[in-house]
T-cell receptor, first 117, second 111 residues
């Protein structure tokens, strides 16, 4: 149980284009999903917290107009990187918190590697 | 806000030895402390966690200890195997707030 999937697993795009990444909780309902970015040999950096049916909460320094987050259902959140540039190349990871859990246990997806040329 | 420090940044052991990774946190309200294992190119996997109402938890070769007074918690891996080689992250959170991660420990187990 507690499986989180991401799609795509990797994507290469041209500078200036937009890329959408999907995060799904497969066997549980998640009121809250989190989006992280991880650069090589670094820790996970939280970008935003996504709550089902409401606007996402972005961390300081993360541009909400560039990283669009939609959490339309209890099992799906999407991250759209708009007008991507080479500096946006990174490993993007989502996690989801089980609605039934009382603590902040998060289950992570396998990540999406974005390369912007 | 919460701040988590993790040591060491790299750890090399021989197969069969034990490995210990230590983390300290700053927010006394933190009550949930998970440990994640991340293999190259993959997302983090929860390997063990501990809540603030217990001092130790064990799952086969893996154990975690928590000292709330000193605000530190540790991951212990016994009888290490080459497949334990990965990056390990600790994290802390007060209640339903966001997880705050440590900087990671790269563990290398040599056969």
């Amino acid at each position: 149980g507690a499986v989180v999937s991401q799609h795509p697993s990797w994507v290469i795009c041209k500078s200036g284009t937009s890329v959408k990444i999907e995060c799904r909780s497969l066997d549980f309902q998640a009121t809250t999903m989190f989006w992280y970015r991880q650069f090589p040999k670094q820790s996970l950096m939280l970008m935003a917290t996504s709550n089902e049916g409401s606007k996402a909460t972005y961390e300081q320094g993360v541009e909400k107009d560039k990283f669009l987050i939609n959490h339309a259902s209890l099992t799906l959140s999407t991250l759209t990187v708009t007008s991507a540039h080479p500096e946006d190349s990174s490993f993007y990871i989502c996690s989801a918190r089980d609605l039934a859990e009382n603590y902040n246990e998060q289950f992570f997806g396998p990540g999406t590697r974005l390369t912007v040329l | 806000g919460e701040n988590v420090e993790q040591h060491p940044s790299t750890l090399s052991v021989q197969e069969g030895d034990s490995a210990v990774i230590k983390c300290t946190y700053s927010d006394s309200a933190s009550n949930y402390f998970p440990w994640y294992k991340q293999e190259l190119g993959k997302g983090p996997q929860l390997i063990i966690d501990i809540r603030s109402n217990v001092g130790e938890k064990k799952d086969q070769r893996i154990a975690v200890t928590l000292n709330k007074t000193a605000k530190h918690f540790s991951l212990h891996i016994t009888e290490t195997q080459p497949e334990d080689s990965a990056v390990y992250f600790c994290a802390a959170t007060p209640g339903f707030q966001k997880l705050v991660f440590g900087t990671g420990t790269r563990l290398l187990v040599s056969p």
